[in-house]
């Protein structure tokens, strides 16, 4: 039995998937489609501009007309239970979480309805296609919009906050991702570390599975609902116990 105080949920594109997002590395994923290195790597944004804006505003276009699903939704309903106590990191670029209800949430990977300008810092919302002819509202340069979105090689967003929440969590749980990228994989060593239960939740084990303490395989769309009337339905708030 362990008390629940601090909960940090990790997710990856595998959450998305059954709303229709493709994943990066299964069959049929983006990287097998696109050169990684082409298309988010800030040294591909700068060979060809005109080519990561195509990769990106093809990406935008696709997430405009996509819902979230049962997995989001339940993720949710957990966080409306646990209230302050409750951090929600994705790795996704989609604002699927968000539309699901979503509030304390850190999108690590950036986000894909916003553009920000390499001239002057500025961010912005932007739901449309980018070029490389778009000017910069605020600083009315024209060339230096980007995605904003974490390439490799660059610093994921909110990593302070994170490792804070990471440190002092009882309970992490890893849905939909492969754990193929740093430093979103160490993150379960660092909840082990800081003594937490950790669990995956995956269509397939992932590449840190024995890591974990508990795993469970299937979709997301069954899984997490699943497991969050588990944890609910336990009684698992602050200070209550979860069966392990
Ligand atoms: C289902 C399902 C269903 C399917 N239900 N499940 C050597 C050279 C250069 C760099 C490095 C190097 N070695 C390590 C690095 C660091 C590098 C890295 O990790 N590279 C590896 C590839 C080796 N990392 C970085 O560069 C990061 N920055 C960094 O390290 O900064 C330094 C630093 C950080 C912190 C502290 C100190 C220093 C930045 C990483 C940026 C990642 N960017 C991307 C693309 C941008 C976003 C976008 O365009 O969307 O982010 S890559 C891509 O991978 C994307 C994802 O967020 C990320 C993770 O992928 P994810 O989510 O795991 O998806 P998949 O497809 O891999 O897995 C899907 C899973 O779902 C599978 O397991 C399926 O089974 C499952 N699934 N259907 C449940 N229905």
Redesign the pocket.
Known sequence: MIEVRRMVILT????S??SGLG????KD?LWTKYD?SEV?TPEGFAANPHKVHEFYNARRQNLQQTKPNAAHHALSRLERYCGADFLLVT???DNLHEQAGSRNLIHM??ELNKIRCQCCGHKMPWTGDLAVSTTCTACAETGGLRPH????????FG?DAITQALSSCDLFISI?????????NSFVDTARRAGAHTIEL???P?EGQSMFAEVHYG???KLVPEYVERLLGSGTTLGNVLDR
Do not use: C, K
């Not at 990856?12 to 959450?15: K, L, N, R």
């Not at 979105?149 to 994921?156: D, K, L, R, S, T």
């Open positions: 990856g594109a595998g959450v998937a059954e994943t990066f590395r299964d994923g990684l988010a790795q996704n670029v990977h950036g979105i974490v390439w490799f090689g660059e610093m994921p990593m939909g991702t492969s754990g193929s990228v740093y430093p979103a995956n269509l397939e992932s979709p997301a769309t």
